[in-house]
């Protein structure tokens, strides 16, 4: 399995942007881009959910509605690394944010991820 590791987590104001970044380590330097990566976020109280997956190539992605036109997920796979750049940021996209990777199934499931990061802070104040 790959392991993750998220940075760039910080406390915005309403309207601000974060880039969030997430490193692959291990023994999967030549398989990182076997992986389809996804984010996903825990507010606190509530349940983990879904944010946004993208490919093993980076050509296609999946958003949830909530966070769609907002963030943009990329990935360079000669660096082992998946971003989340998100802008217009709300109160309400306060969370704890994972990185997550799988070697099976399509970015449109939101199931079956294997490996996690241990997270990074995001809090948007209003």
């Known amino acids: 399995q790959v392991q993750l590791e998220e940075s760039g987590g910080g406390s915005v104001q309403t309207g601000g942007s974060l880039r969030l970044s997430c490193a692959a380590s291990?023994?999967?330097?030549?398989?990182?881009?076997?992986?389809?990566l996804g984010w996903f976020r825990q507010a606190p109280g509530k349940e983990r959910e879904f944010v946004v997956a993208?490919?093993?190539?980076?050509?296609?992605?999946y958003y949830a509605d909530s966070v769609k036109g907002r963030f943009t997920i990329s990935r360079d796979n000669a660096k082992n690394t998946v971003y989340l750049q998100m802008n217009s940021l709300k109160p309400e996209d306060t969370a704890v944010y994972y990185c997550?990777?799988?070697?099976?199934?399509?970015?449109?499931?939101?199931?079956?991820?294997?490996?996690w990061g241990q997270g990074t802070q995001v809090t948007v104040s209003s």
């Open positions: 997550a990777a799988k070697l099976r199934g399509e970015i449109v499931s939101t199931q079956g991820y294997d490996c």
């Open positions: 291990g023994r999967t330097f030549s398989t990182f881009s076997s992986y389809v």
């Open positions: 993208i490919s093993r190539r980076g050509r296609s992605t």
